[in-house]
């Protein structure tokens, strides 16, 4: 893997000087482009070998291209915000929008590069891992270029590198003690990283190894080559259509559709008030817990138009301290949200430990309405369920208890909730035109709730099916799924 | 001022139950229209003496009212972020945006409230009522509406509330340390409230003192304050026409102005590479002093079009680490931003400790561009030299060192550079017909731009006004000036 990149590559300076011209121009002209098209961002992934030239490589494009549009993403160890959310939240609010270059350091690859000898991280590094992957994957799909660039040192120019930066009083402070042990185990490290890089070539997000021994070559080296795939990207048809061609889903052959058998109606509640007020009172417990301060809950709530969706969220707020909680109520994205991958706008508002959020609405408008309106092209929203799956995987790793409901209530309900509605002066504006064009589909939505469900519950993250036709039964069941799922969450060891 | 609020004010159960409902109902109508108009937020501020009733009220507005738009902000002691930035940096970033409402609890109160008797901290506490009241002013003349409650309680019933609730295992939790603190030095504690209060009365954001005992006194009394506040404002006209009455500014009498007086023409640097590789060298050095760790640099760039801002941006840049700066280009604002004050959008690129950002084009915009275009009315850019003036103060209070650079070109020049870009394929997309349209308003841009440094140099943040028709001086100039602020800076003993 490494072979060529401990060759002893080097350019000369006038070489250098001659091709670097040429080369900044370029690379402006294809930045401008970029920006002018806005169409998809460039992901530029630096790590390497200590004192192989990531930095000056870092500062090199900044300084051949327009650093207006460039944004170059340096991650210490987290801080507080950080660490209290799941350990991709960081990555994910820093993403570079469509149109623009972010370069990064100490990226996702941080953590497991080095502490691959402990056994114990072991499971951990594979996680993260496959972390990385989908992460990747994601956002490939999504149109993002990614670069993925290596440097490398052999073990003789590494030890001769450290040791002329030792030499000079200016630049001793640059090696640190994590690059003297980094030496000392070169071999070991090498054999890491080689194994690092080789289960995390993706087709479309392979690693370039480029020596970092002469800063002529691999600059050159580097700014060609990033210039050439941004190049090849912009080059390529629309982004849109090149990731149209899957295969949509097919309906059940016997045209049996899950949310097509729920049971709709209930007997009205006897003591529906008493019932509520112990479900408001044990739910307020769970979340004053000691142990829920290492927890936090992402609730989701979807359902047809007029579902009973925010009756039900208020019976929760009612139960909780108002700076606990925060609901979001999902509409179009804001332009800031377009020029991210879709999940960008929930991954936001992921709650820091202790608290709660509330989606009115959520990520699984990408395969109800996005998929029914043609927002989403099939390959968009047919991926999405995997990307679900992993985002809602990551919050249940990191100890946050995802719990999403699906409000199901009949044709007929819905009717007579609209007209009741309108004959209310100031819920007159919660009935638009959209309402009634969404009635319109509704076999639609039941179509691709039924495959949403099919395809998105999983025992960390389950759906909870309910019928609510009788809000206060609609109501009792919420309350009590939602603290079932902190009880036991609370109870679990992990 | 606390007489009224000691009276033991107390409606019974029948009559708050009979006038709860009208008031819910009322305020979820009245929430509706707010958020359908979509023009100015509510901003809730709660304070008050322990135990008055402060959170149940913010989750009684939350049960009442439609929790979707309403966020609830609870600031507790900074997180490191907030800690490396202005004190106020937490606030802004917080700010409900338009059509939402904003509970605040421990808001820009909290920190004076406690510590009025340390004779050491008077002058914090005197910086901070001003920039409180510039804050509140800020937002109330962008169309804010700003309800400041504070929950009171006389000596005698504070005393027996935390007793009651001291009682009861349940409830003992919630009296701290700090509750028994106030109550020791209660009369003290009022006094200091009190003067507070007074001092912290706007026309616009004037406190409502409510007796806090009762809880359906408390609840119904701010209930009806909020309803009718929030109906006030909704009936007015539009927000702009009532902002709109405010005497432009004048020309000089004798036509003379500023910026026509600047020399642009400089003769060639001969040197001007060994010059400005010494100035990058000094630049370099003075960011990586140990001392300015604790400071940060917000450097912003004005000027006509082609006046050469990105390119002294980049001689900058070149000096420096990748991962230390950040360029802001300021284009028109997303949607995000255009929710909120227009300094909001400036404030979320203050830079932490130790790092730099650069604007190119920034808050100054208006009172040049949105002056000139009538983006802005009248009174709104006027009041924005002294809204900017506090930014700045502010940024300084907390160690930022602001440097901002006029670049000035004349007609001819700009016609000639404007040529020049036409004439390279890559670089024509940075002239757009709204160049052109801007070259026609040159004299505006003058008389603007005069105008704006008569009003916003100041010792903390002086423009420097760079002759820029030579690009070379330009560059060694803006490099001089930024590193002799920061040298000085860092020389400052405070």
Known sequence: MFESAELGHAIDKTTY???????????LAAQVELKRRGDFPVIIVLAGMPAAGKGEIANLLAEWMDPRHIS???????????????????????????????IVFGSWYADPLWHWDSERHQVQIERRIERILRLEKLLTDDGALVLKFWLHLSEDRLKKRLKTLEADPLT?????????????????????????????NQADSSWRVVEGWDANYRALSIGQQVLDAVNHHLARDSIKQRR??????????????????????????????QQLEALQGRLNGLVRDSRFARHAVVAVFEGMDAAGKGGAIRRITGALDARQ????????????????????????????????????????????????EGFATPAEWLRAYGEINDFEAQLDDAGVIVVKFWLAIDKDEQLARFKAREAID????????????NRDKWDDYIAAGSDMVERTSTTIAPWHLIGANNKQHARIAVLTALCDAIESRLKRKD
């Open 17 to 27: 000087k001659e091709r670097e011209a040429a080369l900044r121009e370029a690379l």
């Open 244 to 273: 149209a061609d899957a295969a949509p889903l097919q309906p059940s052959i016997d045209g049996v559709r899950l949310l097509d058998t729920l049971p709709l109606g209930h007997a009205p509640i006897k003591d529906y008030k």
């Open 72 to 102: 170059t993403l340096a991650f210490d160890p987290p801080n507080d915000e950080e660490a209290a959310r799941p350990p991709f939240w960081r990555f994910w609010r820093a993403l570079p929008p469509k149109g623009t270059i972010g």
């Open 172 to 200: 001793a402070w640059r090696v640190s003690k994590e690059d003297k042990h980094f030496l000392k185990h070169y071999e070991q490290n090498a054999q890491h990283a080689e194994q690092l890089l080789t289960r995390t």
């Open 325 to 372: 909680y925060r609901v979001v109520p999902i509409a179009a994205p804001t332009d800031e949200e377009k020029a991210q991958p879709y999940l960008w706008r929930f991954w936001r508002h992921v709650p820091s430990c202790g608290r709660l959020t509330i989606f009115d609405r959520s990520w699984y408008g990408r395969v109800l309405v996005e998929r029914i």
């Open 426 to 437: 100031w819920k007159r504006f919660k009935i638009t035109e959209e309402d009634w064009r």
